[in-house]
């Protein structure tokens, strides 16, 4: 079964801090995708960031980042020069198995980040 | 492109009264439609799922229930809430082929329900 982990409830930080919120999956799959998705205060989910089991590449988007490693079943989000816009509650999410045409998807616990001006 | 509806926003219902949350998609077609909730402790719960028109998949019993009665068109209902319904509801689809697995979800921006 699929499961994914976020460890930090709540992470304080000040503006232009840089901060990692961390992930951690379990899953008997080789192939399989992993998604970050923002909560903003205002609720919607707002999909960041999909990534496939055979790409390790780390990938930088903007202020965003994501360090992908198998070796440790983590996928970790680092947010550089954090800013105020950026306090959000950030999920991690794992994939249904290879083969499933069902795009389930099964969800951290979030990390609700506040970034303090 | 695609987009997502879902109402209403807000819901203040008394214990023992009927809901129903409407969600329709648009711009796509024979799209997995999911409804998940996110209660107090911030984690999302699947609540149900749909491949297909008719087609409903249960992740946990309970008070609720969904109905598909279109292709793009996915309705959450209860006959009777219970306090334990309170939550924030979100409605999602996702495109479905061979490969949705690889598919991310695409949210509505939910219904705060709120049983007194």
């Known amino acids: 079964a699929q499961k994914v982990t976020q460890a930090q409830t709540e992470i304080s930080v000040v503006e232009k801090e840089d901060v990692t919120l961390d992930c951690v999956y379990e899953?008997?799959?080789?192939?399989?995708?992993l998604f970050w998705y923002k909560q903003p205060p205002s609720g919607e989910l707002v999909f960041l960031i999909r990534r496939n089991s055979f790409d390790e590449q780390n990938e930088i988007s903007g202020r965003y980042s994501w360090n992908f490693q198998k070796s440790t079943s983590s996928f970790n989000f680092t947010i550089t020069a954090s800013q105020v816009v950026d306090s959000a509650v950030y999920f991690c999410?794992?994939?249904?198995?290879?083969?499933?045409?069902?795009?389930?998807?099964?969800f951290g616990r979030g990390t609700q980040l506040t970034v303090w001006p | 492109s695609q987009t997502i509806h879902q109402w209403p926003a807000t819901l203040v219902q008394p214990v023992g009264s009927p809901l129903s949350l409407e969600c329709t998609v648009e711009g796509t077609s024979n799209p997995n439609l999911y409804w998940y909730r996110q209660a107090a402790g911030r984690g999302l719960q699947l609540l149900f799922y749909s491949v297909g028109i008719g087609q409903i998949s249960s992740e946990v019993p309970q008070n609720l229930s969904a109905s598909r009665p279109q292709d793009r068109q996915f309705i959450l209902s209860s006959k009777k809430l219970l306090l334990s319904d309170s939550g924030f509801y979100l409605c999602a689809w996702s495109v479905r082929f061979l490969k949705s697995y690889n598919s991310p979800l695409h949210f509505g921006n939910g219904t705060r329900l709120t049983v007194t």
């Open positions: 899953t008997r799959d080789t192939t399989y995708y």
């Open positions: 999410a794992l994939s249904d198995g290879r083969g499933s045409t069902l795009g389930r998807l099964y």
